[in-house]
């Protein structure tokens, strides 16, 4: 079971909280389409979504973290608008019918327009068409607000891939997000808290779409993708399915959580692709993916020194259980795999070090890198595991 959070507004969360949908914009932009299409392909039936309502004026009180939500739907397209009371989230523009969202101008004053037609729109109604419908699991009237979530250590655990997120300013925000699920456990402890575990009556009314059309990811006819996120979201929909290679790097019955562009620095630091292995009711492993559309460079695997300690320490400090021992598995898909890039794995070694937590320390080992080539024909990908001794065919 995923959990995740979706960014609204004082305008646009009634509409998504009493209709049973969330709604995230559909960029005019081809590479930001499919990255969102990548952070949506995350979402399965079942899951569970919270809402985070971002400032528009309103005291802090009154802004943050609200839920909790299931997931109803797979995720689809559907250009109808969608109201509660006074709110409106459109589907389309008003003015020419276009399906992409308003882009805004940023100044003394923002504005909203078309990016079609380029008329005036209101900033108050936003264009989110890229829909999951929802229903209420446990409704709480008062949200967790920042200061709760983030600076109050009452409650155990951080939220780290919110928190990186918040620091590192605005723009970084998605319009929704995978989070860990221990960071799930902590929003429904604080959650609880706020409101006296105390549940709310909602007026729910779910609206039912005028067509539900699924978001395509168009693979092309190879050999290679287009753009980076195409390979992502292609994972992001079918890494749970045991697919041909890659299920046996992460099995199915291993699979706790996995997420895109999950960060693990205050500088805004991330990784492609992130899935965390559990036996025996524990976690013991992250496999960590690093996708290139062509060749994998010496960058990428000089990153794999830089972010293996991190994600181990924020794959295992806000566990409610001690690791004493765990592994980080780096994995590098791309088309080609050059010389260079080569002969850096070929010296790589396994590497072990320690994170010194005060209860029990935590020793890691980092795995040997395992390269992936893909290739795309006829609108299929195909994954191969790249044996070292036999590259001279890849170079």
């Given at each position: 079971?995923?959990?995740?959070?979706?960014?609204?507004?004082?305008?646009?969360?009634?509409?998504?909280?009493?209709?049973?949908?969330?709604?995230?914009?559909?960029?005019?932009?081809?590479?930001?389409?499919?990255?969102?299409?990548?952070?949506?392909?995350?979402?399965?039936?079942?899951?569970?979504?919270?809402?985070?309502?971002?400032?528009?004026?309103?005291?802090?009180?009154?802004?943050?973290?609200?839920?909790?939500?299931?997931?109803?739907?797979?995720?689809?397209?559907?250009?109808?608008?969608?109201?509660?009371?006074?709110?409106?989230?459109?589907?389309?523009?008003?003015?020419?019918?276009?399906?992409?969202?308003?882009?805004?101008?940023?100044?003394?004053?923002?504005?909203?327009?078309?990016?079609?037609?380029?008329?005036?729109?209101?900033?108050?109604?936003?264009?989110?068409?890229?829909?999951?419908?929802?229903?209420?699991?446990?409704?709480?009237?008062?949200?967790v607000d920042d200061n709760t979530a983030y600076i109050n250590h009452t409650d155990p655990g951080v939220l780290w891939t919110m928190l990186f997120r918040k620091i590192y300013g605005r723009g970084r925000e998605r319009s929704v997000s995978p989070?860990?699920?221990?960071?799930?456990?902590?929003?429904?402890?604080?959650?609880?808290?706020?409101?006296n575990n105390k549940t709310a009556d909602l007026d729910f009314k779910p609206y039912t779409p005028s067509q539900m059309e699924p978001l395509r990811i168009d693979l092309g006819q190879g050999p290679r993708v287009s753009y980076e996120d195409v390979?992502?979201?292609?994972?992001?929909?079918?890494?749970?399915?045991?697919?041909?290679?890659?299920?046996?790097?992460?099995?199915?019955?291993?699979?706790?959580?996995?997420?895109?562009?999950?960060?693990?620095?205050?500088?805004?630091?991330?990784?492609?692709?992130?899935?965390?292995?559990?036996?025996?009711?524990?976690?013991?492993?992250?496999?960590?993916?690093?996708?290139?559309?062509?060749?994998?460079?010496?960058?990428?695997?000089?990153?794999i020194a830089d972010y293996s300690y991190w994600i181990a320490q924020l794959s295992t400090a806000n566990l409610p259980y001690p690791v004493e021992k765990f592994e980080v598995q780096p994995v590098l898909i791309g088309f080609e795999f050059p010389?260079?890039?080569?002969?850096?794995?070929?010296?790589?070694?396994?590497?072990?070090?320690?994170?010194?937590?005060?209860?029990?320390?935590?020793?890691?080992?980092?795995?040997?890198?395992?390269?992936?080539?893909?290739?795309?024909?006829?609108?299929?990908?195909?994954?191969?595991?790249?044996?070292?001794?036999?590259?001279?065919?890849?170079?």
């Amino acid at each position: 079971m995923g959990v995740h959070v979706f960014v609204v507004d004082k305008f646009s969360l009634p509409v998504h909280i009493h209709r049973g949908f969330c709604g995230v914009k559909n960029p005019h932009s081809e590479i930001a389409r499919l990255s969102l299409y990548a952070d949506l392909g995350n979402i399965r039936i079942g899951d569970i979504v919270f809402f985070y309502q971002r400032r528009i004026d309103e005291a802090r009180l009154e802004r943050g973290f609200r839920g909790v939500f299931r997931v109803v739907s797979e995720p689809f397209f559907d250009p109808s608008d969608v109201d509660y009371g006074e709110n409106v989230v459109r589907g389309k523009c008003p003015h020419c019918s276009n399906p992409y969202s308003e882009k805004i101008k940023r100044g003394n004053r923002e504005t909203a327009e078309c990016p079609k037609c380029r008329a005036k729109l209101e900033l108050s109604k936003h264009i989110l068409p890229n829909r999951v419908l929802i229903k209420p699991l446990e409704y709480y009237e008062k949200p967790v607000d920042d200061n709760t979530a983030y600076i109050n250590h009452t409650d155990p655990g951080v939220l780290w891939t919110m928190l990186f997120r918040k620091i590192y300013g605005r723009g970084r925000e998605r319009s929704v997000s995978p989070i860990l699920p221990e960071e799930c456990e902590k929003l429904l402890r604080l959650i609880r808290r706020v409101n006296n575990n105390k549940t709310a009556d909602l007026d729910f009314k779910p609206y039912t779409p005028s067509q539900m059309e699924p978001l395509r990811i168009d693979l092309g006819q190879g050999p290679r993708v287009s753009y980076e996120d195409v390979l992502i979201a292609w994972m992001t929909r079918n890494i749970d399915k045991n697919p041909p290679v890659l299920g046996d790097i992460v099995p199915r019955e291993e699979l706790e959580f996995f997420g895109n562009q999950v960060l693990y620095g205050i500088g805004g630091e991330k990784v492609d692709f992130l899935c965390l292995h559990k036996k025996n009711d524990k976690r013991y492993k992250a496999t960590v993916i690093e996708v290139k559309k062509d060749k994998v460079g010496r960058d990428a695997v000089e990153k794999i020194a830089d972010y293996s300690y991190w994600i181990a320490q924020l794959s295992t400090a806000n566990l409610p259980y001690p690791v004493e021992k765990f592994e980080v598995q780096p994995v590098l898909i791309g088309f080609e795999f050059p010389r260079k890039a080569v002969s850096a794995i070929e010296r790589m070694e396994e590497r072990k070090f320690e994170i010194p937590y005060a209860k029990a320390p935590c020793k890691v080992t980092v795995r040997k890198p395992i390269l992936v080539k893909y290739t795309v024909e006829r609108g299929l990908v195909k994954f191969d595991i790249v044996r070292l001794g036999s590259l001279l065919g890849y170079l």
